[in-house]
C-alpha cells in the first residue's frame, strides 16, 4: 500500500468506495459468507443489494447510505453476486456505469489526496499530485488511454498537455478517469466471478430478491435494448459474412473495435438504413454512449464535418484489417457491398416477395 | 527478364548462405508470426510461420533465402494459427513507420511516374490515389528512391524519435530504429507500456503525431463561444500552432498565401490591411483571437497548413494495426537487394543509403533501358541512352524494383 499524506480511509470511506483494496481487506477480515445471508443481518444486505441494482435499472443511479456503513459495505459484493447470477450483459453494462457514477460523484467532493490514494492504491494508476494552476494531477498516457471516457474534443491526446509520457489533467478529470476504471474493474469482477450453478435454487432470500430484480428489469430492458429488426436468418443470408460476424458480435453485447465500427455503419448506411437504424444497433455496445455514437454515425453518414458520406472498406481493406471472414460465395467479390447486391438483395427479394425499391 | 529474376534469386542464396547468422532475432520469438515471400512463388505470402529454437530461424534462411522476410508485431499464445481470432493476441510494439511514399517531395519529379490504366493519362511526380483526368484507381505506377528522399525520411525519423521522448517519454533503450530496406525507416517501441494498448489507444497517438484533430476541436469551440483563444503558452500543439501562424504571417508575402495557401479574396484584402496590426496584438499578448475575421474555410486552410509545419507523416495503418508484419532486422529487401538495418540514433543522423548496400561487386550490369528516371539512389542517369552501364547494386535494384521492360545485356 502506498502512504498517502493526510489521508485516513474511514470507515464511510470504505463504503462510500466498496471496490477500494481497503474495503476489500476490511471485508475479508470480517469474515462474511455467502452462508451468512440467510441470517436476519444478511436479509438486510440483501435488500440493499437489490436497492442498489434496481435503482441502478429504474434512475441509473445508486444513491449513497451512511447510516449503517458494514451494510452498505457487504451490500456491494453482494449486488455483484445477483448481477452474476441474472447473467445478462446490458444489465451489468448500466450496473456497472451506475456504481461508477456513485463513486464518481463522491470523489469529486474529496480532497486530490484522497482521490489520489484511491488510483494509486485500488488501480495502480501512474499518477503524480502536481497542484500546478488548472493542472492537479499527471497520469501516464497509457493509464490516460486506458481509462478515458470520451474519444474526441478535449479529452482526445492532441488537445492535452503532455510531456515526459505523462498527461497533465484537473482533479474533476481524474475523477473521471477513475469513475472509468471503476466501471471497468466492476465489469471484470463480474465476468470473472465463479458462482455455483444451484445456488438461486438452495438460497430461498436470494431467489426472493432476483425474482424482484427481474421483474424491474423486464420493464426496461425493451426501453434501452429495443429489439434489433434484423433476424439472425436475415444475417446468415443477406449480408457477407465478415458484416455479419460483426452484427453478431455487437448483438452479443460485446464492443468493437474502431475499424469494425466503422465497417458496419457505412454498410448499413449504404444499403439504406437510417441513423437511427444503426444507433440502435450500436445501443447494445456495453461502451455505448449515445451522445458520442449519434456524433460518430451522423459524421460517417455525410451529415457532420466534411460533409463525405463515406463507404465501407473493400475486401482488400478488410483483409489487411483482419475483418475478412471470407466464405465460398465471396470469389470475385470485391467489396462487401457487391455481395450484398448480388446475392442478399436476391434472396431477400424473393423470400419476402416485395420490390427492391421498398428494402 | 527471366535472366534477371535467377541472377538476384541466387544472390540472395549466396547471401543468406554465408549470413543467416547476422539475422536479428525478435524478442520473444516464439510467441511471433512469420511470413515470407518466397523467389518463384512471389505472388504467395507463407504466413502463421513461427519458430521454436532460433536455430530454426537461421536454418530457415539459410534454406529458403527468402525474398522478403517478415515478423509480426504481435505476441501471440498460438503464432501458428492460422485464423487471426485464434492465435491468442498478447500484446504487440508500438510500431512506427515512415514510408517517403506517402510524402510528396521535390525529387519525385525526377523518379517517379505513373499511368493511368483506364484512360492513359500519364505525369511525373507524386503518385495519385485517383487519376485527375477520369477519377480511375486503376494507376500504374513507377517509383524509385533517391539519395534525396531518404534525407527527407530521415529527418522526419529524427523529429518522431525525438516526439516520442519528449512527448511520451520513451527512451531510446526501448526502440529500435530501423531503416526499411527500400524507402523509409520503421521505429519499432518494446516496453510493458505499451503492450496491451488497443486499436483506440494507439489511434490516439498516431493522432498526436500527425496533428489530427485539432482544427476541429478548435470549430467546434469557436462555435460554442465565439472565440478560441490561442496562445504561446498553451498545450504542446497549441503553443505550437501559435507560433507557426507568427511566422507565416511575418515571414510570407500575400502571394504566398494565395498561392500555397488559396486563401480567398476577401480574407487576403483583409490581411493587407490589417496584417501589421495583428502582429503587433499578437506581439503584446502572445494570443491569437481566432478566427481573427477570418471565414471557417480559410481558417481551416490556414491552421491546416500551421499544423503541416509541425507534424509528422507517419504511415498510421501501420500504428494502428495490431497484428501487423513487419520486416526482420539483417533480411534482404527483395525490391532493392539492400539490408535492413537497425542503428542507433547518431547513427540514424550520418545515415545514407551507401550502408545499407550489400551486393557491391565490383562488376557493372549493362541494361537495355528506355526512358529510366534521370536520378535513383545516388546515381544520375542519361536518360536520352536506350543502354545503361550500371554499378552493380544499382543494377540489381533496377532489375528488382522495375515494373516496364528492362533487359539485362551483359555483367561486365
Not at chain 1, 37 to 62: H, P, W
Not at chain 2, 271 to 289: A, C, G, Q, V
Amino acid at each position: 500500500m502506498m502512504f498517502v499524506k493526510n489521508v485516513f480511509f474511514t470507515i464511510e470511506d470504505k463504503a462510500k468506495y466498496p471496490f477500494s483494496i481497503d474495503t476489500i481487506n476490511y471485508i475479508r477480515e470480517l469474515g462474511f459468507e455467502i452462508n451468512d445471508l440467510k441470517g436476519e443481518y444478511g436479509r438486510k444486505i440483501l435488500r440493499r443489494a437489490s436497492k442498489r441494482i434496481i435503482s441502478a435499472i429504474e434512475r441509473r443511479n445508486i444513491d449513497v447510505k451512511l447510516n449503517e456503513p458494514d451494510i452498505e459495505i457487504l451490500s456491494f459484493p453482494t449486488s455483484l453476486l445477483l448481477v452474476k447470477i441474472l447473467n445478462d450483459q446490458f444489465l451489468l453494462h448500466i450496473y456497472s456505469i451506475a456504481e461508477s457514477k456513485r463513486a464518481g460523484n463522491l470523489l469529486k467532493e474529496e480532497t486530490s489526496e484522497k482521490i489520489l490514494y484511491i488510483a494509486l492504491n485500488t488501480f495502480n494508476l501512474r499518477v503524480k499530485l502536481i497542484n500546478n494552476g488548472p493542472y492537479v494531477f499527471m497520469i501516464h498516457f497509457k493509464d490516460y488511454l486506458k481509462n478515458l471516457p470520451e474519444i474526441h474534443g478535449a479529452w482526445s491526446l492532441v488537445n492535452r498537455k503532455i510531456s515526459h509520457g505523462m498527461v497533465y489533467i484537473s482533479k474533476n478529470e481524474m475523477a473521471r478517469l477513475v469513475e472509468e476504471a471503476i466501471k471497468v474493474w466492476i465489469v471484470k469482477k463480474v465476468e470473472n466471478m465463479d458462482v455455483e450453478n444451484d445456488i438461486e435454487e438452495s438460497f430461498a432470500q436470494i431467489n426472493y430478491v432476483l425474482n424482484e430484480i427481474r421483474n424491474t428489469w423486464k420493464k426496461y430492458r425493451e426501453k434501452y435494448y429495443p429489439t434489433f429488426s434484423i433476424s439472425d436468418k436475415d444475417l446468415s443470408t443477406i449480408f457477407p459474412p465478415c458484416i455479419a460476424f460483426l452484427i453478431d458480435k455487437v448483438k452479443a453485447g460485446k464492443n468493437l473495435s474502431h475499424s469494425e465500427r466503422f465497417a458496419v455503419a457505412t454498410f448499413l448506411l449504404s444499403i439504406g438504413k437510417s441513423v437511427d437504424y444503426v444507433i440502435n444497433l450500436f445501443r447494445y455496445m456495453p461502451d455505448y454512449n449515445e451522445e458520442i455514437t449519434r456524433y460518430q454515425v451522423e459524421h460517417l453518414a455525410g451529415l457532420r464535418g466534411s460533409r463525405t458520406k463515406y463507404v465501407t472498406f473493400n475486401c482488400n481493406n478488410m483483409r489487411v484489417l483482419n475483418m475478412c471472414k471470407e466464405n465460398s460465395l465471396c470469389r470475385n467479390i470485391k467489396h462487401p457491398l457487391q455481395y450484398y447486391y448480388r446475392y442478399g438483395l436476391k434472396k431477400h427479394v424473393a423470400r419476402k416477395g416485395i420490390s427492391k425499391k421498398s428494402i | 527478364m527471366l535472366q534477371g529474376k535467377e541472377l538476384v534469386k541466387n544472390l540472395f542464396k549466396q547471401y543468406y548462405r554465408w549470413n543467416a547468422l547476422k539475422i536479428q532475432i525478435p524478442d520473444q520469438f516464439d510467441k511471433r508470426e512469420f511470413g515470407f515471400i518466397l523467389f518463384d512463388k512471389e505472388e504467395q505470402m507463407f504466413r502463421h510461420i513461427s519458430f521454436k529454437r532460433k536455430e530454426d530461424i537461421f536454418h530457415f534462411f539459410k534454406e529458403k533465402y527468402p525474398k522478403h522476410a517478415y515478423f509480426s508485431t504481435a505476441y501471440y499464445a498460438n503464432p501458428e494459427i492460422p485464423v487471426m481470432g485464434e492465435k491468442g493476441w498478447l500484446g504487440a510494439n508500438l510500431v512506427f513507420d515512415i514510408d517517403i511514399d506517402h510524402i510528396p517531395t521535390s525529387c519525385k519529379n525526377m523518379h517517379d511516374r505513373w499511368f493511368c490504366l483506364n484512360c492513359g493519362f500519364k505525369g511525373n511526380g507524386m503518385i495519385p490515389v485517383k487519376c485527375p483526368k477520369c477519377g480511375s484507381e486503376r494507376i500504374k505506377k513507377e517509383t524509385w528512391v533517391c539519395e534525396k528522399c531518404i534525407e527527407i525520411a530521415k529527418n522526419y525519423t529524427l523529429k518522431l524519435i525525438d516526439l516520442l521522448i519528449d512527448i511520451f517519454g520513451f527512451s531510446l533503450n526501448e526502440m529500435k530504429i530501423v531503416f526499411s530496406g527500400h524507402r523509409g525507416f520503421h521505429v519499432h517501441i518494446i516496453s510493458n507500456d505499451i503492450m496491451e494498448l488497443d486499436q483506440r489507444g494507439r489511434r490516439e497517438i498516431v493522432n498526436f503525431v500527425k496533428g489530427e484533430g485539432l482544427i476541429q476541436y478548435i470549430l467546434d469551440r469557436i462555435k460554442a463561444q465565439g472565440v478560441f483563444n490561442l496562445s504561446v503558452d498553451m498545450n504542446g500543439w497549441y503553443s505550437k500552432l501559435a507560433k507557426a501562424l507568427y511566422e507565416l504571417f511575418l515571414t510570407q508575402n500575400i502571394d504566398f498565401l494565395k498561392k500555397e495557401i488559396g486563401i480567398s479574396k476577401k480574407s487576403l484584402e483583409f490581411l493587407k490591411n490589417n496584417k501589421e496590426k495583428m502582429l503587433r496584438n499578437f506581439e503584446r499578448t502572445l494570443t491569437w483571437k481566432l478566427p481573427l475575421s477570418f471565414n471557417e474555410e480559410d481558417l481551416k486552410r490556414i491552421l491546416n497548413y500551421a499544423i503541416s509545419k509541425n507534424n509528422i507523416p507517419i504511415d498510421e495503418r501501420v500504428t494502428i494495426d495490431i497484428r501487423r508484419l513487419i520486416r526482420v532486422i539483417n533480411s534482404l529487401h527483395g525490391k532493392t537487394g539492400f539490408r535492413v538495418i537497425q542503428m542507433s540514433y547518431q547513427d540514424l543522423e550520418l545515415f545514407s543509403l551507401k550502408k545499407a548496400i550489400v551486393f557491391n561487386k565490383p562488376e557493372y550490369i549493362k541494361l537495355h533501358w528506355e526512358n529510366p528516371p534521370s536520378y535513383l539512389l545516388d546515381y544520375k542517369l542519361n536518360i536520352s541512352n536506350k543502354i545503361h552501364t550500371l554499378p552493380f547494386y544499382i543494377g540489381i535494384y533496377v532489375i528488382e524494383n522495375h515494373v516496364f521492360n528492362v533487359e539485362i545485356l551483359d555483367i561486365v
